[in-house]
């Protein structure tokens, strides 16, 4: 089937599904870590993990050499590299890029271009606007839309200058529980694979970082359809290509569209009963969309990052401690240096509801980080 290379902050949940579809990978991300070594035939680094740093010239160079030894069919890029639209284009001059055109990227990560889309095409959103609020308002959050994970988003202060950094706008804080659709898309129409539901978490100043998804989950009827419109009418006029993921807010019935992540996202973990990557490379070169319908999965699953307790050095012992609990994963090599806050590992749970892996997960997270207070 050929080398196909995947690119990521952390590529391992691209790499284990491509390596599930029978291809031979190529992962390139900043960590390395043990999993996405072990389904990598190859691993390249192209940043750091301290500040989850990608490096573009180290992609483009990685991507040259791949491309020089002439056994690669292509790449994927996946979280964290929406950010970088001119390294994408560079990036698919070198090697097919199986994905959304890095043009159709830049547009939807647009804040004018995107919310003006979704008022035209009936999309409820929240109110969003290019300056800050009047001094006095409440309610309203910066969010920078080169950011990921949460970590850009902040509380809007209401003495700050009025003008808001390039790329950077207000939005108006909403009710409700933080959601994500994941979605499989031929440039003209998408499928929704499943809703996930979002673990946000208060890390400092920082009110809602992205800390894991539970999927996949129900809706309500009313909700999921107006959610599976949303996802049609954006591949439509975004032209969007392969997996990606739609977040939103859920409030009873009532969604609230917040933006597009034209790439496969973490979610895509909680459907890997199917052959993801083959879809989304034949979506991508053939325009072909499966037959999947949106049915209920045998089981709920979630995924959470663990992040260090305070400064510390994984030590080796820690590590095949880790590395040894079926629950753990994105394992780091011993020796790596944390700074608190950065994330360790990741965790997952299973389970027949959403609660009940919750529960798990919460299980999981304190005896992960019982072990990491152990570092010096």
């Known amino acids: 089937m050929g080398l196909l290379a995947v690119a990521a902050i952390s590529a391992r949940l691209l790499a284990e599904a491509a ?56 790449w994927i890029a996946g979280g964290g590299l929406e950010a970088w639209p001119g390294m994408l284009a560079a990036g698919a001059r070198l090697l097919p890029l199986f994905g959304t055109a890095p043009e159709a990227v830049r547009r939807v990560r647009d804040p004018a271009c995107f919310f003006d889309a979704l008022a035209r095409l009936d999309v409820e959103a929240p109110a969003v606007r290019a300056t800050l609020p009047e001094p006095g308002r409440t ?64 890390t400092g100043a920082r009110p809602f970082v ?34 990606g993921s739609v977040d939103f807010m859920l409030d009873g019935e009532r969604t609230w569209v917040l933006e597009v ?22 979506a991508c070169r053939d325009g072909v969309l499966p037959d999947w319908p949106l049915v209920p999965a045998p089981a709920v699953e979630g995924s959470e990052i663990v992040v260090a307790p305070h400064d510390c050095t994984l030590g080796d012992a820690v590590a095949r401690q880790l590395a040894d609990d079926p629950r753990v994963h ?31 997960l919460d299980a999981a997270r304190k005896t992960i980080e019982k072990i990491l207070e152990t570092c010096p």
Not at 231 to 237: D, G, K, N, Y
Not at 262 to 281: F, K
Not at 339 to 350: L, Q, T
Request: glycine letters at 10%; one cysteine or more; hydrophobic letters at 45%.
């Open 19 to 74: 390596a599930r579809d029978g291809y031979a990978v190529a992962a390139l991300d900043v960590f390395g870590d043990v999993d996405t070594c072990r389904a990598a035939s190859r691993w390249f680094a192209i940043g750091t993990p301290q500040g989850l740093r990608i490096d573009p010239d180290r992609v483009l160079e990685t991507l040259t050499l791949l491309a020089r030894r002439g056994d690669a069919i292509g």
């Open 139 to 202: 309610g309203w959050l910066v969010k920078d839309a080169h950011g990921q994970g949460g970590w850009h988003v902040r509380r809007a202060a209401s003495d700050g200058p009025a003008v808001l950094p390039e790329h950077h706008y207000a939005q108006q804080e909403v009710p409700g529980l933080a959601m994500s659709a994941t979605y499989l898309a031929n440039g003209s129409d998408a499928i929704v694979l499943g809703f996930n539901e979002m673990i946000v978490r208060a």
């Open 210 to 243: 992205h800390a894991g998804t539970i999927g996949p989950v129900d809706l309500p009827a009313s909700a999921a359809r107006r959610i599976v419109r949303a996802v049609r009418v954006l591949a439509r006029e975004f032209e969007l290509r392969g997996l």
């Open 261 to 282: 992540n034209p790439r496969p996202s973490a979610s895509i973990a909680h459907h890997a009963r199917r052959p993801l990557v083959t879809a989304h490379l034949e």
């Open 330 to 360: 994105d394992v780091s090599c011993a020796g790596t240096r944390f700074a608190a806050g950065d994330p360790v590992c990741s965790i997952e749970a299973r389970g027949a509801s959403a609660a009940d892996v919750r529960t798990g």
